[in-house]
C-alpha cells in the first residue's frame, strides 16, 4: 500500500514538473500573426469607392475598370503587390462618407481613389483631410473638392474650364445669343457646372439678360416637360443641361418628343452607354466635353492603355476609364518616389506631379491640387460618340 503511494507521489510530481516545463516553453513562443496582420504586412491597399449600384452605377464601373487595368498592368510598387478595397458608395452622399470611413479606419489604405461625382468626393473630403490619407478624384470636376483640403487631388479639368469650353462652342459653333439652362438642383456638379457656363456665356454675348431661362429638375426624375416647355418658351437658341446621363437622355427624348428641336448639349457626365441607350436617335446631334478620345491618342501611355483595355474589355473605353487608369498611376508613382507607405509622405510626392504622362493627357497638379488639362468635345453620330475637336486650356 505505501509502495502505490510513493508511487503515485512520484507520478504526480513527474507530471507537474513537465507541466512547467511545457508551460515555459510555451511563455516563450511567439504567437502566430493573425492572417490580417500577415496580408497587410505583404499588400500595399489602395481603396477605390465608387458609385458602384443605384443611379450613378455606369459611371462607378467605366472608373473601376480603368483602374483595375491599371492594376493589371502595374501590380507592384516597393517590392509589395497592390491590393485594391474596392467600396461602393451606392450613388449616395451619406454612404461615400461610410464609404471612406471603413476604407481609412478598417481597411488601413495608403491612399484612396475617386469618386465618380463630385458630391461623393466632397462628402468624403473632411474624412481624407482629418485622417491624412491622401485622395485622387479621377473625373470629379467641381472646384470644391480640391478646395482647401491639402489631402484631395484631381486628374481631370475642373468645371469653370468646362464650362467655358461649352459656353465658347454654343456662341461660336452654334452661333448662340441666347441660352436655356435645364439643371440637375440636387447635383454638386450640375449647380456648378451651369453657374459656370452662364458666366461665361454672358460674358461672350456681352448681355446679361442672354441667359433666358433657368429650371431646375432632381436625381432620378422621369417626367421633363415642365422644365422643357418653360425653356423652350423663352425662345433660346441652345440649351444646356449638365446632369446624370439617365435624366439627361431622357430630356432630349422628351424634348424631341414634343417638337423641340432646339440644339440641347451638356457635360462629361453625358459619356456613358446608358446615355445612348435610353435617348435612341433622340440624342442623334448631342454634343458635350469631355476628357480624352480613343480615336487621338495622346501620349504613349494612350496607345498602351487603350491596346490593353481593348483586349481585356473588348469595346472602345470611356474617358472616364481612362482617368481612373491615370489616378491609379498617380498614386503608385507618388508611393514609389516616397520610398514609404506613409501616406503623409505619398500625400506630399502626389503634390509634386509634373509633367507626368498618363492614358489620358500629360498631368501636372497646380497649387489647388487640380490637373491643368484640355478638353475634348465629341458629338452623337449613328449611335456612337465621336471626336470633335479639342481644347486647350489657354483657348
Known amino acids: 500500500m505505501m509502495f502505490r503511494k510513493r508511487n503515485a507521489l512520484i507520478l504526480l510530481v513527474t507530471f507537474l514538473i513537465l507541466s512547467l516545463i511545457v508551460a515555459g516553453c510555451g511563455g516563450n513562443k511567439k504567437e502566430e500573426p493573425k492572417k490580417e496582420d500577415t496580408e497587410t504586412s505583404e499588400v500595399i491597399k489602395i481603396g477605390v469607392f465608387e458609385p458602384m449600384t443605384n443611379a450613378n452605377a455606369a459611371g462607378g464601373a467605366m472608373e473601376v475598370e480603368g483602374i483595375q487595368l491599371a492594376n493589371d498592368l502595374y501590380p507592384e510598387v516597393l517590392g509589395k503587390k497592390i491590393k485594391l478595397v474596392i467600396a461602393d458608395n451606392k450613388s449616395d452622399k451619406v454612404e461615400a462618407a461610410n464609404a471612406v470611413t471603413r476604407l481609412v479606419e478598417k481597411e488601413k489604405v495608403v491612399a484612396i481613389i475617386g469618386s465618380w461625382g463630385s458630391s461623393f468626393s ?3 473630403g473632411p474624412i481624407v483631410k482629418e485622417n491624412k490619407i491622401p485622395a485622387v478624384a479621377a473625373s ?38 441666347k441660352a436655356a439652362i435645364i439643371k440637375e438642383v440636387s447635383n454638386d456638379y450640375a449647380v456648378g457646372l451651369a453657374k459656370f457656363f452662364s458666366d461665361e456665356f454672358v460674358k461672350l ?6 441667359i433666358v431661362a433657368n429650371v431646375d429638375y432632381q436625381t432620378n426624375d422621369q417626367e421633363f416637360s415642365a422644365q422643357l416647355q418653360a425653356a423652350a418658351q423663352a425662345n433660346p437658341d441652345v440649351i444646356f443641361a449638365p446632369g446624370n446621363f439617365t435624366e439627361s437622355a431622357l430630356i432630349i427624348k422628351q424634348a424631341r418628343e414634343q417638337g423641340i428641336d432646339i440644339p440641347i448639349i451638356g457635360g462629361d457626365t453625358w459619356e456613358a452607354p446608358e446615355f445612348l441607350q435610353i435617348g435612341g436617335e433622340a440624342v442623334e446631334g448631342a454634343v458635350f466635353s469631355t476628357f480624352f478620345t480613343s480615336e487621338v491618342p495622346i501620349t504613349k501611355e494612350s496607345e498602351k492603355f487603350l491596346a490593353e483595355y481593348r483586349k481585356k474589355y ?20 507618388a508611393i514609389e518616389k516616397a520610398g514609404s507607405t506613409d501616406p503623409v509622405k505619398i500625400r506630399d510626392e502626389i503634390a509634386k ?20 488639362k484640355s478638353a475634348v468635345i465629341k458629338k452623337v453620330e449613328n449611335g456612337k460618340f465621336v471626336y470633335q475637336a479639342t481644347v486647350e486650356p489657354s483657348k
Do not use: W
Not at 464650362?163 to 448662340?176: D, E, H, L, P
Not at 472616364?320 to 487608369?325: D, N, Q
Open 314 to 333: 473588348n469595346e472602345e473605353p470611356s474617358s472616364v476609364a481612362a482617368l481612373g487608369y491615370d489616378a491609379y498611376l498617380v498614386i503608385r508613382a
Open 353 to 372: 506631379t509634373k509633367d507626368f504622362v498618363g492614358a489620358a493627357g500629360i498631368i501636372t497638379l497646380d497649387e489647388n491640387g487640380d490637373a491643368v
Open 205 to 210: 454675348t456681352g448681355d446679361p439678360k442672354s
Open 140 to 177: 470629379a470636376t467641381n472646384p470644391l473638392v480640391t478646395k482647401g483640403n491639402d489631402y484631395y487631388f484631381r486628374v481631370c479639368f475642373i468645371d469653370p474650364f468646362q464650362g467655358k469650353v461649352m459656353a465658347n462652342y454654343a456662341f461660336n459653333q452654334i452661333g448662340a445669343k
Open 122 to 124: 466632397m462628402a468624403a
